[in-house]
């Protein structure tokens, strides 16, 4: 699972769960630390993003950002805002522009560049072959 951890930059995946403690690795130095439970833990599968018809999960819209960039880097996330703005037209042009914010989409194209460099970007559904040849 890839998470996202209120208070800290970057996203993280997770190595172990404890009763009150769990333990990430921090995709952008490989520094593992620890996430106590007061702090706000996001997993990147359960974040979706507003559009004009009905929100679009985080997963979608980083395959959409994959085909739009043609699988290389997103443009950078501490560009100006028109350039925020046109590069969400170019992944997602219905997005909702009011209430989906530049933080939003430089939290976006932060997390796409990151994923995009350690080549995690295949978000494809597991087939049920693959499913029950696991089991």
Do not use: C
Not at 53 to 74: C, H, M, N, S, T
Not at 79 to 104: F, G, Q
Not at 113 to 126: C, R, T, V, Y
């Amino acid at each position: 699972k890839i998470l996202s951890v209120s208070g800290k930059p970057g996203i993280f995946m997770l190595i172990t769960g404890g009763r009150s403690t769990i333990i990430v690795e921090s995709l952008i130095d490989g520094k593992r630390l620890p996430v106590h439970p007061t702090q706000k833990v996001s997993a990147l599968s359960d974040i979706t993003m507003f559009t004009y018809e009905e929100d679009v999960p985080l997963r979608e819209i980083f395959l959409k950002a994959k085909e739009a960039f043609a699988g290389g880097p997103a443009p950078d996330p501490k560009s100006e805002s028109k350039v925020l703005r046109d590069a969400m037209k170019k992944i997602l042009p219905d997005y909702d522009a009011e209430r989906v914010y530049d933080s939003d989409i430089r939290k976006l194209l932060t997390w796409y560049n990151i994923l995009q460099a350690k080549d995690m970007l295949d978000f494809s559904e597991p087939t049920v072959a693959a499913e029950e040849g696991e089991a």
